[in-house]
């Protein structure tokens, strides 16, 4: 039995406005990333600073990473979706 696509996929207009935002974000992402390890490179220290509920900087700064990384999704999401579906307005008009 032969699989193939249900839908036939043609080009994406907005590809090359996904690609630059998706860029965007991850640089956005990387940064704060970065800030997370040279914390933890140059004063580790400061990681053991209780900060919320009895869990340290660390642990709230991983976590924050995740919620973050989710949220961005999001944005990316939403944005792409508008995009597409001004493109296909403004193509069907």
């Known amino acids: 039995m032969l699989h193939e696509p249900a839908v036939q996929a043609g080009k994406d207009p907005a590809f090359p406005f996904k690609r630059k935002l998706g860029v965007r974000l991850f640089c956005v992402y990387a940064l704060v ?52 579906r001004s493109l296909a307005e403004s193509k069907g008009a």
Do not use: D
Not at 37 to 50: F, L, R, Y
Not at 52 to 67: C, D, H, Q
């Open 33 to 84: 990333y970065a800030a997370f390890i040279a914390i933890n490179v140059i004063k580790p220290q400061i990681m053991e600073t209780i900060v919320l509920g009895g869990l340290n900087l660390a642990v709230i700064y991983g976590f924050g990473l995740i919620l973050f990384a989710l949220i961005l999704a999001l944005i990316y999401s939403s944005i792409c979706s508008r995009r597409e």
